[in-house]
């Protein structure tokens, strides 16, 4: 099956399970409950959860296994999504086409809608029944590693602190492989995971999915400077107003696109000498290289 309808049909899967995962809004409390809603259900690529399927088909796992874990990376990073856009983070007004989730309900209803659903994340992966405890183990020790300091929480840090300061091409990479790629990495690893795939295996998966955070990244930073705020469903020309360090103002627009050019070279190589169904893998790195918004 070429990717595209298999990504379809994993699209459709994980909204369905994203769906029954979420609390009622008409459950008390109400308010809380549309704020996390809100933040899930309203649109979005939904990069994370396809890359779990993807790696499970590359690795010949069960698919009814991959929903869990797809639908738990979701929720983590729509999480991140929530408290990057509050005004003591990026102070962002729109994501995704919509007001953010502070600006539709209130400060103190997004930091708890942001709380909420990374435990409910969590909880996701921990009461998935159909999977081995083993298996439950290992997801919640590779979620739990990439959402913490040591990933995408740490990666928010240097973010906020390097905001109006001239950073290094290594610290913007260490910034980013943190900030964007430990999600990413992680969103791979745990469908690869549900396929038991080797220690080789899972090593060249972890080198196509830096490849494809850091490429993700660069591409964002374009973006930023190139398209419009409704191409991109949020504030269009936020990093330069806000003094950050990025791929094109280090290198130049030029510059910036051989960087991305190296990423995409070092995706394909990562995939190169494995075995399995690898075209999703492709297909979602051009989709992520290739994006307009």
């Known amino acids: ?7 379809a049909r994993w699209l459709q899967r994980v909204e369905a399970r994203l769906e029954a995962a979420l609390p009622a809004s008409d459950e008390s409390p109400q308010g809380l409950h549309r704020a996390m809603r809100h933040a899930v259900l309203g649109g979005g690529k939904r990069l994370r959860p396809m890359l779990v399927y993807a790696a499970g088909a590359a690795t010949g796992a069960d698919e009814s296994l991959l929903d869990a874990p797809a639908a738990a990376v979701e929720l983590v990073h729509a999480f991140s999504l929530v408290h990057d856009d509050l005004p003591a983070m990026d102070d962002d007004e729109l994501r995704r086409g919509r007001p953010t989730v502070h600006v539709a309900f209130d400060e103190a209803t997004a930091i708890l809608a942001g709380d909420a659903l990374q435990a409910l994340g969590f909880s996701v992966l921990a009461e998935e029944s ?10 919640l020790a590779t979620l739990a590693r990439a959402t913490g300091a040591a990933g995408m929480c740490g990666g928010q840090a240097l973010d906020m ?10 610290e913007l990479e260490r910034l980013h492989a943190l900030k964007t790629g430990a999600l990413i990495r ?3 690893r745990l469908g690869a995971l549900a396929g038991r795939a ?3 295996t899972l090593a060249a998966l972890d080198d196509y999915a830096s490849a494809l955070g850091l490429a993700f990244q660069i591409r964002d930073d374009l973006l930023d400077i190139e398209a419009s705020s409704e191409q991109l469903g949020k504030t269009a020309g936020k990093d330069a107003a806000q003094a950050k360090s990025t791929y094109p103002a280090l290198l130049g627009v030029d510059g910036a ?3 991305l050019a190296r990423q995409v070279a070092r995706m394909d190589a990562a995939l190169s000498g494995l075995p399995g169904e690898l075209d999703p893998l492709r297909a979602l790195a051009r989709l992520a290289v290739e994006r307009s918004h």
Request: glycine residues 8%; without cysteine.
């Open 257 to 259: 696109k051989a960087a």
């Open 186 to 188: 992680a969103a791979v």
């Open 1 to 7: 099956m070429a990717p595209e309808p298999r990504l």
């Open 161 to 170: 602190d390097g905001t109006g300061a001239a950073l290094a091409l290594a």
């Open 198 to 200: 080797d220690a080789g």
């Open 130 to 139: 159909r999977a081995p405890d083993a298996l439950r183990v290992a997801w």
